[in-house]
């Protein structure tokens, strides 16, 4: 099973670039890397998925190095409405393994 | 394409009770999965379940709780003889199968369950 381990919490300002790192050492060759945004009282939402380099959609950045033992989800120029627990998630297709979400990073925007 | 959907958003029980917690997938998606999350905490997974089988129930407890998922019809998360323990937010999450890469998961809003 591979793990993942996230700051627990982060604080940002708005309009700030925030990044979020996510450590996953014991990563499998075959593991995709995806992130989930939750807001209170409702279910996560898919932001966005890697497996290597960097991928940007219209939400959000990810970049995973060479070794792909961490990844991070960049927010630009982040907004209130940001304000979120950010899941890091790594795994296969096949298995259990990508259905870890851990406790996530509780990002606060201020105003 | 409606989302996923859950029902109901909120359930009460007395100890003892059984909880009956609904879950339609999006349209198209064969795959359904379970978790629970308790307050201030991370999501939890349960069980994952295709069209009338169970491929995953790992992380479900083995007494009191079941899932199905049947041919026609949505999928059921049953909670029989409630404690206070089982207090939680439920959340179903459903996803196409893709021919590679890892598929995301569609969550549903939730069924909030309070155990009184």
């Known amino acids: 099973l591979a793990k993942t381990t996230q700051p627990i919490s982060m604080d940002s300002y708005e309009g700030q670039e925030v990044n979020i790192t996510c450590s996953h050492n014991?990563?499998?060759?075959?593991?995709?890397i995806t992130w989930y945004q939750q807001f209170p009282s409702q279910g996560p939402r898919f932001i966005i998925q890697?497996?290597?380099t960097k991928v940007t959609n219209e939400v959000a950045s990810l970049f995973i190095p060479a070794d792909r033992k961490s990844s991070t989800l960049s927010l630009p120029r982040v907004s209130l409405s940001d304000t979120a627990v950010y899941y890091c998630?790594?795994?296969?297709?096949?298995?259990?393994?990508?259905?870890?979400f851990g406790t996530g990073t509780r990002l606060t925007v201020i105003p | 394409n409606a989302g996923v959907m859950q029902n109901p958003r909120h359930l009460v029980r007395r100890r003892g009770q059984e909880a009956r917690l609904r879950c339609s997938p999006m349209?198209?998606?064969?795959?359904v999965y379970w978790y629970r999350q308790l307050p201030e905490e991370g999501l939890k997974f349960m069980v994952y379940?295709?069209?009338?089988?169970?491929?995953?129930e790992s992380g479900m407890p083995k007494e009191r709780f079941s899932a199905e998922f049947p041919k026609e019809g949505p999928s059921i998360l049953r909670i029989q003889q409630v404690v206070r323990g089982d207090s939680a937010a439920y959340f179903c999450?459903?996803?196409?199968?893709?021919?590679?890469?890892?598929?995301?998961?569609?969550f549903g809003p939730g069924t909030r369950l309070t155990v009184t």
């Open positions: 999450a459903s996803s196409p199968l893709r021919k590679a890469g890892l598929y995301e998961q569609y």
């Open positions: 014991n990563i499998a060759t075959n593991d995709y």
């Open positions: 890697g497996y290597k």
């Open positions: 998630l790594v795994g296969d297709q096949t298995g259990a393994n990508n259905l870890f």
């Open positions: 349209k198209g998606h064969s795959h």
């Open positions: 379940l295709q069209k009338e089988n169970i491929i995953d």
